[in-house]
């Protein structure tokens, strides 16, 4: 036996270091994967204030705050920012009202073609964005509709609101139908119930298809491009800026939509913590 080892000792075990990383294997590769997402909004970031010789900005020259003093300093960037995010509002508010009511009767309610409507709600989500846009543009070219703002909208309603279904759905499957039953044992009508019972339950779901509808409609650009005609929406313009020359503006409107983004989560989940805590003190 080698000096200094102890009789009875284990040979060759793992190391402290090695049980470490075996209890937090999962932990490191969530934060791995979490900096791989990251990386590409700190370098959006840190290019917002780069200050560029020509026209592209893609290599680092000098720092500068001209971008952020002037965000709006290129011709049509903020038009192009303000229509997505008019189109994404309107969207997202269309297709959550829809969502939600199809969510419920497909949950609630036994019909004919209940399962065949089920199977088609996953179809935009499963159907390549180039086939629903050539084929969006088909069908308002064959009714001689314009192509603009409306179009676009009729088309992002579409493609969000099978995610809105699918979000509020999954809430709506998971309700305990008791609390609903005690409501109504408590002479409730049915608009009350709905509203003090099922509506804050379901809230959850529908607050995560609301986003999620938002940042789809906000960040399509294939759908857009077959049916948006002489309008152009941010991330139409980001692409028509990449041929001629990136400006740094384009930068710090995304790094500002990440910090925003950012917050709401932030700001979601000390909410969502608050009240957890209120609950388990009452």
Not at 12 to 29: D, H, K, M
Not at 44 to 73: E, H, I, T
Not at 128 to 145: I, W, Y
Not at 162 to 187: H, I, W
């Amino acid at each position: 036996m080698p000096r200094g080892v102890p009789r009875g000792a284990p040979r060759g075990g793992p190391t402290a270091v090695t049980r470490w990383v075996r209890r937090n294997l999962v932990v490191i590769a969530g934060l791995l994967t979490l900096g791989y997402m990251i990386v590409p909004n700190v370098v959006v970031m840190v290019f917002s204030f780069n200050k560029p010789n020509g026209r592209f900005n893609y290599a680092w020259q000098r720092f500068s705050l001209d971008a952020w003093k002037d965000p709006c300093g290129v011709a049509d960037l903020c038009g192009s920012l303000s229509l997505s995010l008019q189109i994404a509002a309107w969207a997202t508010l269309g297709a959550t009202a829809l969502g939600t009511m199809i969510a419920f009767a497909l949950v609630r309610y036994r019909f004919r073609a209940r399962g065949s409507i089920n199977s088609l709600i996953f179809l935009p989500m499963a159907m390549p964005e180039v086939v629903m846009a050539a084929s969006l543009l088909t069908l308002f070219l064959n009714l001689g509709v314009e192509l603009g703002f409306w179009t676009v909208l009729i088309a992002h309603i579409m493609f969000c609101l099978s995610f809105v279904v699918t979000a509020v759905k999954a809430r709506v499957m998971s309700m305990d139908p008791r609390l609903e039953e005690a409501a109504r044992d408590l002479y409730a009508g049915p608009v009350q119930t709905f509203v003090r019972v099922t509506l804050p339950i379901a809230a959850p779901g529908i607050a995560a298809g609301a986003l999620l509808a938002f940042a789809l409609s906000f960040d399509d650009f294939i759908i857009t491009n077959f049916n948006a005609g002489s309008t152009v929406t941010f991330p139409m313009f980001v692409w028509g800026s990449a041929q001629r020359g990136t400006p740094v503006q384009i930068n710090v409107i995304g790094t500002a939509m990440f910090i925003v983004a950012v917050l709401v989560v932030v700001v979601g989940q000390m909410i969502g913590s608050r009240r957890k805590k209120t609950a388990a003190t009452i």
